[in-house]
């Protein structure tokens, strides 16, 4: 199933996604069209985001593969949904799209052994982990104002029980700019799995539900600007759009 929240009616809501219906757990459904406020499907308990974790993406920065997974925070003062506006950072001249698969985790746990991971999972979305390349000035360290601003961390549109992708281990990304495909990739192509992000993650840090890890991007980042449009698609979870706005407007 797929599963989103969203505001109707002047209310907060969660229900179902099928073929552009949304069913309300008491039967209540909605068209698309009817929907005030996508919000994200999740609400993280903490984000968890790998840097460098698909080879193409290391080549394109002209760095190695880390011995280890890359980790980061990313705030969740920073999640925003599908549809809200991304704020440009005054003075930015880097900004730039990060197509995501987020796992979402479903039950506590630590020490999780790989074989077991999927246990814990309990589904998929889209993230746009959004950075500014200008605030980057160690690869392997990921700085917080690179990653951590208001509306940086776009997620959704919804979140796919695991059980309807067997396989996430051969799901096609593409990211569009104006409905220019600007990033493509697979996630056969992920230097660690998800199985070993969880082992490593959870061998330091207890996993709680509904936390999210960020499993990186590929190849394709590029300039992001005022007025453009970011469309993220992941077979099998949907497509994650995001106008971009200057920030000196937001308020």
Do not use: C
């Not at 890359?70 to 999640?79: A, R």
């Not at 690179?146 to 549109?157: E, L, V, Y």
């Not at 990186?216 to 759009?241: C, N, Q």
Request: hydrophobic fraction near 35%; aromatic fraction near 10%; charged fraction near 25%.
């Amino acid at each position: 199933m797929k599963h989103v929240r969203f505001i109707a009616e002047g209310r907060l809501q969660r229900g179902t996604y099928d073929a552009g219906v949304i069913t309300t757990p008491a039967g209540k459904q909605y068209q698309e069209v009817a929907i005030d406020v996508w919000l994200p499907p999740v609400e993280p308990n903490k984000i968890i985001g790998l840097a460098l974790n698909y080879a193409d993406h290391a080549v394109e920065l002209g760095l190695e593969k880390p011995a280890e997974p890359v980790l980061f925070i990313k705030p969740n003062s920073s999640v925003v949904g599908h549809k809200a506006p991304v704020y440009y950072p005054d003075g930015a001249t880097y900004m730039h799209y990060e197509n995501e698969l987020a796992v979402v985790i479903g039950r506590e746990g630590r020490f999780i052994r790989r074989e077991n991971a999927f246990d814990y999972v309990r589904g998929y979305t889209i993230a746009n982990d959004v950075t500014v390349r200008d605030f980057v000035n160690n690869f392997y360290r990921p700085p917080v104002r690179a990653k951590g601003h208001d509306t940086f961390g776009p997620i959704g549109p919804v979140l796919v029980d695991k059980e309807d992708i067997p396989d996430i281990t051969n799901i096609e990304l593409r990211t569009y700019v104006n409905n220019e495909l600007r990033q493509q990739g697979n996630t056969k192509d992920l230097m660690y799995t998800i199985p070993e992000l969880i082992e490593f993650i959870s061998s330091f840090m207890t996993l709680e539900p509904g936390d999210m890890i960020l499993t990186g991007t590929p190849k394709g980042i590029s300039h992001v600007y005022p007025g453009d449009v970011m469309r993220l698609e992941i077979d099998g979870i949907g497509a994650l759009e995001n106008p971009i706005l200057d920030g000196r407007t937001e308020k």
